[in-house]
């Protein structure tokens, strides 16, 4: 069955510092992948998502993410963090059928 | 454009009683989702319908029931509230049929339901 692995669940940054959230997956085909951010009170956006093709993906908010297939990893990344950064991040693995699963999601706090 | 809207926005519910949480979107997808958002656990996913006229259990449907009203609305509804579904309730939905890969949801802010 497909699972999604994020192993930090917290993650202190310095505003300016860059970031890497981890994401790994286990899925046994080519995977769909997916990177949500949660606000406060707020529902789940997408930053980016990779389907096939260049493994490095652009999203919004100035984020990226590798798909490194020897690894199973889809880690997101930002050169210079923002305080406005600070949120909850979700990866999710396409599953199959039309749904997804997500991983249990890493909190980012980001100190002046 | 609202996309996906839930209502209401917060509920407070005693055990034992029941009601139904509101979804639509705007947006002419086919596949619509509910979720629950428990701390440390992600998103779950209690009931999913491909597409108009069918719906389908997810990881976690036990106490729920869903209807696909038409295309835009899918509704979740609890019979019998238990405290143990005190959650953050989330609907998605995605552009997603048959053939097409898993594609990006796009979700409403969520329903924070309290059962005492």
């Known amino acids: 069955a497909q699972s999604v692995t994020q192993p930090d669940i917290h993650i202190t940054v310095s505003e300016g510092a860059s970031l890497e959230l981890r994401c790994n997956y286990s899925?046994?085909?080519?995977?769909?992948l997916f990177w949500y951010v949660q606000s406060p009170g707020q529902g789940l956006q997408l930053l980016l998502k990779?389907?096939?093709?260049?493994?490095l993906v652009q999203g919004i908010k100035g984020f990226e993410a590798e798909f490194k297939r020897s690894q199973s990893s889809f880690n997101l990344r930002k050169p210079s963090v923002h305080w406005s950064d600070a949120a909850e991040y979700f990866c999710a693995v396409g599953a199959g059928f039309q749904k997804l699963v997500f991983g249990t999601g890493t909190r980012l706090l980001v100190s002046p | 454009n609202a996309g996906v809207t839930q209502t209401p926005k917060f509920q407070v519910l005693k055990t034992g009683q029941s009601m139904t949480l509101q979804c639509a979107q705007d947006m002419n997808h086919n596949s619509m989702y509910w979720y629950r958002q428990d701390p440390g656990m992600g998103l779950r996913l209690i009931y999913y319908?491909?597409?108009?006229?069918?719906?389908d259990k997810g990881e976690v449907p036990n106490g729920y029931n869903v209807s696909r009203l038409n295309k835009r609305e899918f509704s979740l509804r609890l019979e019998s509230a238990a405290p143990s579904q005190t959650s953050v309730y989330f609907c998605?939905?995605?552009?997603?049929?048959?053939?097409?890969?898993?594609?990006?949801?796009?979700f409403g802010d969520g329903t924070r339901l309290s059962i005492l």
């Open positions: 899925y046994g085909a080519t995977p769909y």
């Open positions: 319908s491909a597409s108009e006229g069918t719906t």
């Open positions: 990779y389907f096939s093709g260049d493994t």
């Open positions: 998605a939905s995605s552009d997603a049929y048959s053939g097409t890969g898993d594609q990006p949801q796009h």
